[in-house]
């Protein structure tokens, strides 16, 4: 049986775990959220709700991508460049941010964005793809 002190101490534990978990539950359903209205063709609201997913997970490079990706589609591509940028330094492994980088750069920038995707993910039939369609 737990007596008041106990579920104190218990409760003192358990919280911070909940503060994390409410976190991660938010930023992860904004970031779902910014997928879903991109995809259904509403990128304002999908670079809102990457704004929002950011804001909860500022750490994480997903949120700063789904952002650059939502200005791609509104056809802000400098926007789109400052987004990605915020993501590669938060992960610059990401190979799929590169390549988003890739999308929204012209000239020696794109080049070089797309030969950092392919390094790091050489069997990526969208680097190709995007080499071959500006």
């Known amino acids: 049986m737990l007596t008041g002190r106990r579920r104190g101490y218990a409760l003192a ?14 930023g992860n359903r904004a970031a779902s959220a910014s997928i879903a209205a991109t995809e259904a063709g509403d990128p304002s609201r999908g670079v809102a709700e990457a704004k929002h997913a950011a804001a909860w997970a500022p750490w994480s490079e997903e949120a700063w991508q789904l952002r650059g990706e939502a200005e791609l589609e ?13 993501a ?19 000239g020696t920038e794109r080049e070089q964005a797309l030969d950092r995707a392919a390094a790091l993910n050489p069997l990526s039939p969208e680097v190709e793809e995007l080499r071959t369609n500006p």
Request: charge should be negative; avoid cysteine.
């Open 74 to 86: 509104l056809g802000d591509a400098q926007a789109a460049r400052g987004s990605l940028s915020h």
């Open 13 to 26: 534990l358990l919280a911070p775990l909940a503060a994390v978990a409410l976190v991660a539950h938010v």
């Open 88 to 106: 590669l330094e938060r992960n610059p492994e990401s190979w799929s941010a590169w390549l988003d980088l890739a999308a929204a750069s012209r």
